[in-house]
């Protein structure tokens, strides 16, 4: 592995497994001191653990706002630095809108964007110090297409694309870049746990690793780039999609077959 955030300080959020876990490993090895942020204690500890000294655990439930303000006071005021903001802690639950709780509906946004924003517009003023210093947003594909089924979640991640572009351009003058990662399907238990429930359109699409992505999280954390998404393929459809709104509705059948039969075979192995 290469060095390229040697002596420089990472927060991810949503770190006690999946591409937060992922990409914590891969900036620690990469030698930053990484700040692992999530809600489960024992997970963060363990991760902490194994990483060794790089690595410190701030159990934080980033949907709680006095929880989010303790978090930033502490690394303000104890750990006293900060170059790298990656926003990546996710929440879904999926179902027609109708089926859905209210308070469920209000934890998506909590989560996947109001915490992005709060947690942003907290570190600025101590990130725009540095001569170089980033902000990550892990969005996804379904921030680019609407996506049936998951209509709270799609709005969350289609917020999160516009705020990050939009904060983008007001530090376009700034030693701050902000980037967003937006990945189709990923194969970690955000998808797998929930399998039955997961619209078959999703699994048509080819699956990343939570190592894939999290590359990606470091590419962006390093060069700037304003959006990474992947797999290649599933951006390029997005982009059609999005220039063409009635083809994601005359392609549905044929991917959600295509889907349906990906899912079959995830859920066999």
Do not use: W
């Amino acid at each position: 592995m290469g060095e390229r955030f040697l002596d420089r300080t990472v927060l991810v959020t949503g770190a006690s497994s999946g591409v937060g876990e992922a990409a914590a490993r891969q900036f620690a090895a990469e030698g930053a001191r990484v700040l692992l942020v999530a809600r489960t204690a024992s997970a963060l500890d363990a991760i902490a653990k194994e990483i060794g000294e790089r690595a410190i655990a701030i159990p934080t439930d980033v949907s709680d706002g006095e929880q989010v303000q303790a978090l930033v006071d502490r690394v303000l005021y104890d750990v006293g630095d900060l170059h790298v903001l990656v926003n990546n802690a996710g929440f879904n639950h999926r179902g027609e809108l109708l089926d859905t709780d209210p308070a469920a509906l209000s934890h998506i946004i909590d989560v996947n964007l109001k915490a992005p924003i709060l947690l942003t517009r907290a570190f600025l003023p101590h990130l725009v110090k540095h001569a170089k210093a980033n902000v990550v947003n892990v969005a996804s594909i379904a921030g680019q297409v609407p996506l049936p089924g998951e209509a709270t979640y799609c709005a969350s991640k289609f917020g999160l694309r516009g705020f990050s572009m939009s904060i983008a351009e007001e530090l376009r003058k700034t030693s701050v870049r902000v980037s967003l990662v937006s990945p189709g399907p990923i194969d970690t238990g955000f998808l797998t746990d929930d399998i039955d429930a997961v619209p078959d359109l999703v699994f048509s699409q080819p699956m990343s690793t939570a190592e894939e992505v999290a590359r990606a999280v470091l590419d962006c954390a390093h060069d700037g780039r304003l959006e990474r998404t992947l797999p290649r393929l599933s951006g390029t459809l997005a982009t059609a999609g999005y220039l063409m709104p009635d083809l994601p509705r005359l392609l549905r059948p044929i991917l959600e077959s295509q889907g349906r039969r990906a899912k079959a075979k995830y859920r066999k192995d």
